[in-house]
Structures are given as C-alpha cells and as structure tokens.
C-alpha cells in the first residue's frame, strides 16, 4: 500500500506538470500522513540535512570549471588540436568530435554543456564539407553524453551521494566505460562515413601539430591533475572540484586571457543558478529518501525482485530495463534520485558490486538524454544547430543501438567495468 502510494502520488505530480522536485515533496508529505508522522519541523529539518554533505560542495565549483572552459577558450583549442591529428581522415571531422568529446568530459562533467560546444564548433564546418546532417548531428549528441561517465562528473557526485557509494571509484570507474564509449563511437562512424563522398582537408604538418599540441597543452593537464590527484590521494573529489575552477579560472585569465571579468561575472551567476536548482532537488530527494526508508519501500520492492535476486545478471537486466523506461521520460539527475534509494538495498543484498551498478545506472541514464521522447541532449543540439528533432532522431539511431549494445555487454560481461576499476583504485 506504501508503495503504491508513493509511486501514485509522484507519477501523478510529474503528469500534472509539477515540478520534480515538489513532486518529491509531496509524496514525502503523502508518506507522512500515511504513516502518520507529519510534522512540519520535521520536513523542514530533513530538507535542510538533505544538501548538509561535503561531498555536493563539488557541484558548484565543477560548475563554474566547465563554464570557464567553455568562455576561456580550453573548448576550441581541443578542438584544434584534434583537427591538426585526425582532421585529413575520411570523416575526419566525426574523429575529431570524438576525441573532442572524451577530453572534454574529462573537463566539465556536463552532457548538455558539452553537446552545446560540440555543435557550436563542428555542426557549420560538417555541414560545409558536406557531411550528411543527420549522423553528424547525431554523432555529436551521441559524443556529449560521454561527460557523465569520464570524471569529472555531476551524476556520478550525486549518484554517490544518493547511494552512499565512494565517489572516488566512481570517478576512477568511470573512465574506462567512458573510454569505451568513445571506441564505440569511432567504430559506428567508420561504418557510416566509408561509403560516403565527404571532402577532407590537407594533412596538417607536423608544426602545425606541434604548434596545436603546445597551445591546447594546458587545456589537456586538467583532466590528468584531476584523474592523478585522486588516484594519488593528493586531494578528494570535492578538493579535486575546487582545484579545477582555480585551474580554469588562471589558464583563461591569465594564460589564454579569453576571460574577461564581466563574462567571470555571468560565468559566477549561471553556475549559482544551476547549483541552486540541483541542491534544491537533492534537498527534496533526501526527504523521499528518509521517508522511503522509514516506510521500507526498499523491502516491497526486495519483495517484487525476490525471484532474481540468485541471479545478478538478470537482476541488472531487470534494473536496467526499468531505468531505461525512465531515463526516456525523465532527466538524468531525477532518475537518479528517486530510483537509486529504492533500488540500492536490493543491490545489494543480491551481491553486486554499488560501485558498478552506479557507474552502469549513470551509462544509462546518459543514454536516456538522447532517447526520444524527451532527450534533453538531443533537444539541446537541435536548438543549437538549428536542426529538426525528427532529423535528430533519425540520425541519432545507429549511436543508440551501439550504446545499448555496450550496456548489454556490460551487464553479460561486468568485470569490463570492474576490473579496470579496481585496477584504478589500486
């Protein structure tokens, strides 16, 4: 009855237009009432405990690192150095895309902000080389959502913070599935491109190269200060946040000197705003949380799995399904906060490894931005580039069927995750 509950009064909200993180509210209060245990100190206490973890300090300073990546400059000259490797290839502006996306991941963490930047730069110079609209324009949403997976990465913080899973081997976990998110890409692109009449530019030559490789360098250390840094203990996650703002902020101030201060001081306000809105739904999502655990919602939904819980691979199958349904109505970071509490304990009690159903649970939801209907990503692209949804959808197609593929060999096969993880954190 509990369950039921919860799940009517929240599905009910979201149909109705309320705001998620109001909808979670509300069927925290319906929990309440039910159980009779409303009181509005309580409720009032719980959201403010709910955002009360060091860890989400990483939110707003690895805010404003990709939004000072994206205005000083660290984007294009990525993208430079890319074009200078790959760029003469057949197809080479997709290779480029690629490469471009995986560093860039290992810079701002943000789908959408990464897509944006992808087609801002590369959509006009593939469309006047004549590359067909729809993969293009697919490929580069398809590359955006790599950034949740490679550290440094919003969803894998509040993943963490929602499952109480290490957000270090979250981060370390992560950048061998993103890494292999990446091949796949270049794979599927290949395929594509090979029968395509695409023009390509003159091979850059080697002083060319070295002169893009000597201007990108200090856009390339960041991800490998922060990956290193963890690795090494020299600082947590969240330092590891602070570290990356201070480090975009002085190499597009001072270095690159593409950051001025009125742009610092819109760079300062969008990042508060975006914090603002994530903290808020975490605040709500913590009280649902508490409620989900003092209802034992998780021990209805142990129940309901019962039978799979001998079986981890059918279990995850299980799990995997039910967020791919919601991750292709919902946005990344709701999905996350309302099914991993839920879900978390028959994780574990089914012995599966939290760090490798978080890092999975995040791969799919990722996928989830560009899955019609909603697609956040994929309406993001098509807003930058101009493009219609319908193209965006027809072109994103092959990406997603190779991505599910990825996930299903990741649910056959887990130590593809959890090896290299392990490996990582030492």
């Not at 398809?142 to 919003?154: D, F, R």
């Not at 395929?191 to 190269?209: C, H, L, M, Y």
């Not at 072109?395 to 130590?415: H, K, N, Q, S």
Request: charged share 10%; glycine share 8%.
């Amino acid at each position: 009855m509990t369950l039921f509950l919860f799940l009517f009064v929240l599905i009910g909200a979201i149909l109705l237009g309320v705001p998620v993180a109001f909808a979670l509210l509300l069927s925290a209060i319906a929990l309440m009432v039910h159980m009779d245990l409303f009181s509005s100190d309580i409720l009032a206490q719980s959201l403010v405990n709910g955002v009360d973890n060091f860890a989400l300090i990483a939110i707003p300073f690895f805010l404003v690192a990709g939004e000072t990546m994206s205005v000083g400059g660290l984007s294009r000259r990525i993208v430079r150095l890319a074009m200078s490797l790959v760029g003469h290839r057949k197809g080479g502006l997709g290779y480029v895309a690629i490469i471009t996306a995986v560093v860039l991941a290992g810079l701002s963490g943000s789908a959408v902000a990464d897509a944006a930047a992808l087609v801002a730069i590369l959509l006009p110079m593939m469309r006047n080389a004549h590359y067909p609209e729809k993969y293009s324009v697919g490929l580069l949403a398809s590359g955006g959502i790599i950034a949740p997976v490679i550290p440094p990465s919003l969803p894998l913080i509040i993943i963490g913070v929602a499952g109480n899973i290490s957000i270090s081997k979250l981060f370390l976990g992560g950048i061998a599935p993103g890494l292999m998110m990446g091949a796949a890409l270049v794979a599927t692109w290949w395929f594509i491109v090979r029968g395509e009449a695409i023009e390509t530019p003159q091979k850059a030559s080697a002083e060319d190269r070295l002169v893009a490789l000597r201007d990108g360098a200090w856009a390339l250390l960041l991800p490998v200060i922060i990956i290193g840094g963890i690795k090494t203990g020299i600082f947590t996650p969240t330092e590891a946040a602070v570290v990356a703002a201070v480090y975009a902020i002085a190499v597009s101030a001072l270095i690159y000197r593409e950051l001025s201060l009125p742009a610092f001081y819109k760079i300062l306000v969008r990042s508060a705003r975006a914090t603002a809105m994530v903290m808020f739904l975490v605040g709500c999502a913590m009280v649902a949380s508490w409620l989900i655990t003092v209802a034992q919602l998780p021990q209805q939904v142990a129940t309901l799995l019962e039978p799979l819980i001998d079986s981890p691979r059918l279990l995850m199958l299980a799990i995997m399904v039910l967020v791919l349904l919601v991750g292709m109505v919902m946005d990344l970071t709701p999905t996350i906060l309302i099914l991993v509490p839920l879900l978390m304990p028959v994780v574990k009690l089914a012995g599966i490894d939290p760090v490798y159903f978080g890092l999975m649970f995040v791969i799919n939801t990722s996928i989830g931005l560009i899955t019609p209907p909603v697609g956040t990503v994929l309406n993001v692209v098509c807003g930058v580039g101009k493009v219609r949804f319908e193209t965006a959808i027809r072109g994103v197609a092959p990406f997603i069927g190779v991505y599910m593929a990825l996930l299903a060999l990741f649910i056959l096969f887990p130590d593809l995750i959890i090896v290299p993880m392990r490996w990582f954190t030492g």
